[in-house]
């Protein structure tokens, strides 16, 4: 499990699925863009609950590894976060279709 800190708030979630977290949000940093996400984590209570964070271009996460193990299922979360991680970087890298060259552009069309 890994501890991920954010907006002076601390809860556990599962190794990859904190790794995804930081990586979403430095792609978002990237794009100067922002998003939600709501991934399962372990409340200082000890509850596993939906946790949904915003993140931004200022966001401050951080996350470190634990001993305990973060049994509860990531699976849809993981997907998630693959998938807006996949749309980010088509957005930011592009694909072998850029598009009209600017030149090209007819607002009229």
Same mark, same amino acid.
């Given at each position: 499990m890994k501890r991920v800190a954010y907006a002076e708030q601390t809860f556990g979630t599962d190794d990859h699925l904190a790794d995804l977290v930081l990586?979403?949000?430095?792609?978002? /940093?990237d794009g100067d863009s922002s998003d939600t996400v709501? +991934?399962?984590? #372990? $409340?200082?209570a000890g509850l596993i609950e939906p946790i949904t964070v915003l993140?931004?271009?200022a966001?401050?996460?951080?996350?470190?590894?634990?001993?305990?193990?973060?049994?509860?299922?990531? /699976?849809?979360a993981v997907a998630d976060l693959e998938h807006r +991680?996949?749309? #980010? $970087?088509?957005?930011?890298?592009?694909?072998?279709?850029p598009g009209p060259a600017l030149d090209e552009?007819?607002?009229?069309?």
């Open positions: 990586e979403y949000a430095r792609l978002l /940093a709501t +991934i399962p984590g #372990r $409340t200082e993140i931004g271009p966001s401050q996460i951080t996350a470190w590894a634990e001993d305990e193990v973060f049994e509860t299922d990531v /699976a849809d +991680i996949r749309v #980010r $970087t088509t957005f930011i890298i592009g694909d072998d279709d552009f007819d607002p009229l069309a």
